[in-house]
């Protein structure tokens, strides 16, 4: 079992930044792959970015790409989300999840997820 908590999220200005982070409880942090997910009302979740066990290997959609920046730290069992240039259309819930495998996972059928933080930016 793996729980998430994210946090991070708030309230920033068009062109600002945020960085999210989300930890894990367990002790097989490493083993999972992780991903980052966004909600805005009255859509899909849709993905965001991923990265590997090992942080060797990231994906990102192309929304985000040069950007965002998807990091982990095993020793914290932490992930990373760090946005920059952030638009008002990048408000949206942003979940964490995780996924047992060593590949770099880039599908949706993530095992665990985190209950979310917001953020929000205007304009």
């Known amino acids: 079992q793996v729980q998430l908590v994210e946090s991070g999220g708030g309230l920033v200005q068009a062109g600002g930044s945020l960085r999210l982070s989300c930890a894990a409880s367990g002790r097989t942090f490493s083993s999972y792959a992780m991903g980052w997910f966004r909600q805005a009302p009255g859509k899909e979740r849709e993905f965001v970015a991923a990265?590997?066990?090992?942080?060797?290997?990231?994906y990102y959609a192309d929304s985000v790409k040069g950007r965002f920046t998807v990091s982990r730290d095993n020793a914290k069992n932490t992930v990373y989300l760090q946005m920059n240039s952030l638009k008002p259309e990048d408000t949206a819930v942003y979940y964490c999840?995780?996924?047992?495998?060593?590949?770099?996972?880039?599908?949706?059928?993530?095992?665990?997820w985190g209950q979310g933080t917001q953020v929000t930016v205007s304009s």
């Open positions: 990265i590997s066990w090992s942080g060797g290997s990231t």
């Open positions: 999840a995780a996924k047992k495998t060593y590949l770099l996972y880039t599908g949706l059928e993530y095992d665990y």
